[in-house]
C-alpha cells in the first residue's frame, strides 16, 4: 500500500512539474523617451517602429521609424520586421498603444522589444 502512494506522489509531482516547466516569454522593456534615445546612440541595427494610424504617422514621425499600425499586428508577425531577434523601439501617440502592440510583438515570438511611449515624451 505504501509503495503505491508513493507512486502516485511522485507520478503527481512530475505532473505538476511538467505543467510548470514550461517555456516563459520574453517581456517586453518600458523605457523613457529620452531613455530610449541614450540606448539608440549606443546600438545600431535597431527599427523605430510607429504603431499610430498611417494618417498620424504622416502627420510627422521620429525619423527612420516605419509605420505598422497597432491594429494590424495581429496573429502573423508583420512582414517588415522579419528578424525576431532584432532590436525594435515601439511607440505610439500617448502610450496606450505603444504597449498594446509591445505585448503583441512579444506573444508573436519577438525577443528584443523596448516601448518608450508615445511620441508626446520625443525630443530629439
Known amino acids: 500500500m505504501k509503495h503505491i502512494m508513493l507512486l502516485a506522489i511522485l507520478g503527481a509531482a512530475l505532473l505538476l512539474t511538467g505543467c510548470i516547466g514550461g517555456q516563459v516569454k520574453a517581456a517586453y522593456r518600458r523605457v523613457s523617451a529620452e531613455e530610449a534615445q541614450q540606448i539608440m546612440k549606443k546600438e545600431s541595427g535597431y527599427r523605430i517602429v510607429d504603431v499610430r494610424t498611417p494618417e498620424e504617422y504622416a502627420s510627422g514621425h521620429i525619423p527612420n521609424a516605419i509605420c505598422i499600425p497597432n491594429e494590424s499586428i495581429g496573429k502573423q508577425p508583420p512582414t517588415e520586421l ?43
Do not use: M
Request: include cysteine; charge should be positive; proline fraction near 0%.
Open 82 to 124: 522579419s528578424d525576431k531577434k532584432q532590436l525594435l523601439f515601439i511607440y505610439c501617440r500617448s502610450g496606450r498603444r505603444s504597449k498594446e502592440a509591445a505585448n503583441k510583438l512579444v506573444e508573436l515570438g519577438y525577443e528584443n522589444v523596448v516601448d518608450f511611449g508615445g511620441i508626446i515624451d520625443w525630443h530629439g
